[in-house]
């Protein structure tokens, strides 16, 4: 999922300051777990900008803030509060704002939160940070433990001389990202794998911006198939 928080109101009110109605739209995923972008932070962020003279046409938790198509779906109900605002508040990551981009072609578009990183929630509204999106998943060598994000150096081979008692010199609130994947390897019977030297990593592979379409891809391959057969 992807962690976001909420920016400093005091920033975000400069921000908008020119302007004086406002539709909000949330995220009933990530930033719904974050309490960033749910019903609750909506109207925490409506009493904000009431209390600071501005107006509220209206606002919504879509199911996916990030599903462009989706969600303007799910807006037409509220178009006339739309229309009536000056500035569309986007309450989820980045990737929900852009889309508002996209379905709000002529209005201004503002995020309301930061996005911090992809991650996992282990307890309630506790965040950890498990991957980098790298494009070059190495889990499978590694006991799915990643190395290119828990180790704050992101080596592939085994840990540096830095570390200490099991913990990173990074920091000794973190624990080694290979001495748990030796741990979790001598566990499951397979440190063989920790005696392969892991190539470099195709860096290209996480070049930006990233584009995937799938369905075109699926008919490119059943093209050449038929092709191939002929």
């Known amino acids: 999922m992807i962690i976001t928080t909420r920016k400093d109101n005091k920033k975000l009110l400069e921000t908008l300051d020119r302007y004086k109605s406002f539709y909000l739209i949330g ?8 309490g960033t972008g749910n019903d609750e932070a909506i109207k925490d962020l409506t009493e904000t900008l009431t209390a600071a003279g501005k107006t509220v046409t209206g606002g919504m938790v879509p199911k996916t803030g990030c599903q462009t198509l989706g969600t303007k779906i799910e807006l037409k109900k509220d178009k006339e509060a739309c229309d009536n605002a000056e500035v569309i508040i986007v309450m989820s ?7 508002a981009v996209e379905i709000f ?5 503002y995020p309301s939160n930061d996005s911090l990183f992809l991650g996992n929630m282990t307890r309630f509204q506790v965040f950890d940070e498990r991957c980098s999106l790298c494009g070059d998943c190495v889990l499978d060598m590694t ?10 150096k992101g080596l592939l081979n085994g840990p540096c001389g830095g570390m200490k008692d099991g913990n990173c010199e990074v920091s000794a609130d973190i624990p080694c990202a290979w001495i748990r ?14 005696e392969e030297i892991a190539p470099p990593k195709d860096w290209s592979k996480s070049q930006k911006p990233h584009s995937l379409r799938m369905r075109e891809d699926k008919k490119k391959e059943k093209k050449a198939e038929k092709e191939k057969k002929q």
Request: with cysteine; net charge neutral.
């Open 27 to 34: 995220c009933s995923e990530c930033a719904s777990l974050c």
């Open 143 to 152: 006991g799915s433990i990643c190395p290119v994000t828990n180790c704050p």
């Open 93 to 99: 990551c980045g990737a929900g704002t852009q889309s």
């Open 181 to 194: 994947i030796y741990e979790r390897q001598k566990r499951l019977n397979e440190l063989e794998k920790m």
């Open 105 to 109: 072609p002529d209005k201004p578009v």
